[in-house]
């Protein structure tokens, strides 16, 4: 039997982790609780919790950081 030669290749290849564009559209979905539920189990499924932790930390960060600057604003004007 002979194997085909991207054959070889895909058994050498480790399985990449997502993206970063991947993980900051699964964190701004479940933050705003509209990630569906095949999203969901796909990002659970086969890829370390790593990157979503830090996502959704500095998501949560941003998110403080943008409210504070708001109310900010909002009191410098009276």
Do not use: C, W
């Amino acid at each position: 039997m002979t194997q085909s030669p991207g054959t070889q290749k895909d058994k050498n290849k480790k399985p990449q982790g997502p993206g970063v564009l991947k993980v900051m559209q699964s964190v701004a979905a479940g933050a705003l609780g509209v990630q569906s539920s095949k999203r969901r189990e796909e990002d659970f499924g086969s890829h370390s919790p790593l990157p979503y932790i830090i996502g959704g930390l500095l998501f949560t960060a941003l998110f403080i950081g943008t409210l504070v600057l708001i109310v900010q604003i909002a009191l410098s004007g009276q």
